[in-house]
């Protein structure tokens, strides 16, 4: 870690650290869990923000009263459209003696990157598509804390779309039911996901989940995300009941409607499961490359395999991502048959997305 090295006078004032994270996943939520035990390493009061894409506004202008603190921001990306807004307050708390930390894994473009490194007091900026946001922080700041490492590996099953352990997928949705229960209640999402995200920082998953149980350690939620799963489990089967497939270059392409309160996340890990397809129905195999098409027509890519490549059938609709997951816009639809056969057509004339190994 850069600041580690530095001994001005500047770095030593700093006693706060302010996390700004993702509210969405458990990415963004161990991502500020690694940031916190940071914090604690070095004796800083901590403070964490969660938050999303269309509250930066008020975000960036929180940080802009900042006063001699070290800022980490987690798991969120910069485009254009927001960069005055971010510029404008890393530019004010940077002039009362902050620091910037950005750690990221998304899309960034060359103005967004260089508007970071031209702030002043020596930002630090970590893009990198490979890994998971959780996992970039584990690297910059915590490399040999074990809870740290087990906080990133976790994050990475999710976040890749893995699947391989249990207790990611059951934070997975926990963090679903937790949100949807905060948005339904009218809370702020943040607060109701700040005791997860302090037992997270305290003990890693062990703080939250029993490995030999198999269930979390909090009863409640326990019986919230079992109920959450049924229901999931009820719209996913309708909603995969009226799938549309086409077999193009060579590869399964199934597209299907997601049911309000259900991600495409949620679509493409439940989608993915063959038991879960045989139980619908003993022929449905799981395929190669799944869109989930939401209500306002936003598209999200998964791959049930390698060989296709999510980012590049995403960008053949305005989109993007990684080649394992990926999101994209097909616009506002009333006839779903007529959308899939329009999507098979776009995707049937080019072969981009089709990897060659
Ligand atoms: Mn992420």
């Not at 006693?15 to 994270?21: A, E, G, M, R, Y």
């Not at 967004?112 to 970590?126: E, Q, R, T, W």
Request: aromatic content about 6%.
């Amino acid at each position: 870690m850069p600041e580690e090295r530095e001994s001005e006078p500047r770095a030593k004032k700093i006693t706060s650290l302010l996390s700004i994270s993702h509210d969405k996943d458990v990415d963004g939520l161990n991502s500020a869990a690694i940031v916190w035990r940071y914090a604690k390493t070095k004796n800083l009061t901590f403070k964490a923000i969660l938050t999303d894409y269309g509250s930066f506004e008020q975000v960036f202008s929180t940080i802009a009263k900042q006063r001699d603190s070290l800022i980490i921001i987690t798991d969120l990306g910069m485009d254009d459209t927001i960069i005055d807004v971010v510029q404008a307050g890393l530019t004010r708390a940077i002039s009362q003696g902050c620091r910037i930390v950005w750690l990221d894994h998304h899309q960034w473009s060359d103005r967004a990157i260089k508007m970071i490194l031209s702030l002043g007091n020596k930002p630090v900026l970590k893009v990198n598509h490979e890994f998971c946001a959780a996992e970039i922080t584990h690297k910059v700041l915590m490399p040999r804390d074990e809870v740290s490492t087990e906080l990133a590996k976790i994050a990475h099953d999710t976040d890749f779309n893995l699947r391989e352990i249990e207790a990611a997928t059951a934070l997975t949705d926990a963090v679903s039911v937790i949100r949807f229960g905060a948005i339904d209640k009218n809370e702020e999402v943040a607060d109701a996901i700040h005791p997860i995200l302090t037992k997270l920082a305290e003990n890693g998953m062990s703080g939250v989940w029993d490995n030999d149980a198999r269930k979390f350690k909090d009863t409640l939620l326990n019986k919230r995300v079992d109920h959450y799963r049924k229901e999931k489990s009820k719209k996913m089967r309708k909603a995969l009941a009226g799938h549309h497939d086409q077999i193009i270059h060579g590869k399964l392409v199934r597209i299907v409607e997601i049911p309000s309160g259900l991600t495409s996340t949620d679509m493409g890990t439940l989608a993915s499961n063959q038991d879960t397809l045989t139980s619908i129905d003993p022929e449905l195999k799981v395929a190669d490359l799944l869109l989930s098409l939401s209500q306002g027509g936003m598209l999200g890519f998964r791959r049930g395999r390698d060989g296709v490549l999510c980012n590049a059938a995403a960008k053949l609709f305005n989109g993007g991502g990684h080649p394992y997951a990926a999101g994209g816009e097909y616009g506002l639809y009333e006839d779903f048959e007529a959308v899939s056969d329009d999507i098979f057509l776009t995707l049937s004339k080019n072969k981009t997305w089709v990897s060659e190994h």
